[in-house]
């Protein structure tokens, strides 16, 4: 069955001393190695200069095509289905309600994030357009295909967003304004809305504005760190990759500006070496601003500098997914919650019944991400097995049943409701 499951095999959680959370101590990347100079800035792929044929299914054992945006993007394998552009059937999904786009250059990502599988150390073994992003492939498309497609007939697309994700590279900014107009050309924005999710560095205000005059929904910030520390380590000096919290906050800033409440957000990875209460302070900080945090579980990505580091513990997954959804959705404050002397989650600040109807019924457990059409809180990007196996599932990406809950009820350590 061609299931997007990757096969690579998740860490094992730490559960050491009682302690069930990736401590800061723990997560500690590799430092990137030296990139032999043949291998640099995509040299390999421009001198072989293999002219693109339509779709290439990435293969690390193919001569990897000449193909850069705004001409090509690559799509997530979910998306690519969904498309009808490659075969394969996805674990308990139909289909993938987001059209997430990535930007493609031979040169590939300048950065260098420590979780990452499509950093700049890679580039050292594997062409850009053959690297693993998010436990899945992404095969590259031409921009003028995808369009084509969708726009037969975009009011009964199964896509319910569009997403460019932006990546660092001197191009990034002029090609997602060619990529976000091509497709308010000729699909209305208002059948299928568009977010930006956005590469802060190479970024200003005015960039911001443009991409909401040409016609985009909701801006995202990938903040992805949940404290300045943590960035550092895994996306600024710590790594040789040029990225500074400051800069994020500013252009997250411009977004709340330009797109106003509830219209920008930030991706936050979970278990990087925060705790509990730091991130769902940051979470607090963002429902405050007027935004929504849109939330992944850490998984050790292979080939990334933390390929050897466990997988979030599914227990302190569970608590700060459910405590999230608590204050992005619900109304609750992160000061109404209580937290151990290790950060972790002690209580969600509301009465046992409520919460245990929330958990009931399942939404805080879905992939969080900007919405589509069947609810505010109902993310069109679902991601399917992005942060986890399906064998063990981090971010549902479909409504959970009741044995699914069951097993989150456990996860979180909080008994199985008695009908
Ligand atoms: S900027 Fe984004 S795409 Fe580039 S290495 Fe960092 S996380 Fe990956």
Known sequence: MGCIENKSKPAESVVKDGIDFNAYDVMEPRFPLKTPVERRNGRHVKNNDVPPQGVYLPNNNYLTPYMQSPEYVQLSTAAAITLGVMGGRMHRCECTRCLNLL?????GCRANCAYCGLARHREADRDYADRNFIRVDWPAVPMADIVDIVSRDAENSPFHRMCISMITHPRSEDDTFTVLKQWTDRIDPAAIPVSILSNPTTMTRQDVQRTRDLGADIFTVALDAATPEVFDRT???????????????EILQDARDIFGPQKFGAHIIV??????????????????LGGHSHMFCFFPEQGSLMDHLPATPRDQWRRVQLARYLIDYRGVRVDQMRFDDLGRVKSYGIADAELSDIIDEGIAFRTSGCP???????????????????????????QPKKKDIRKIRRQLDIPVRVE
């Open 103 to 107: 930007l493609t250059y031979p040169e």
């Open 372 to 398: 589509g059409k069947f609810a505010e809180d109902i993310s069109a990007c679902d991601r399917p097995y992005g942060d986890s196996p399906p064998s063990n599932i981090a971010s549902y990406p479909f």
């Open 271 to 288: 278990g990087m070496g925060e705790t509990e209460y730091e991130v769902l302070n940051l979470v607090q900080e963002l429902v405050d």
């Open 235 to 249: 996306r600024g000096k710590g790594v040789q990759s040029p990225h500074k919290w400051s800069k994020y906050w």
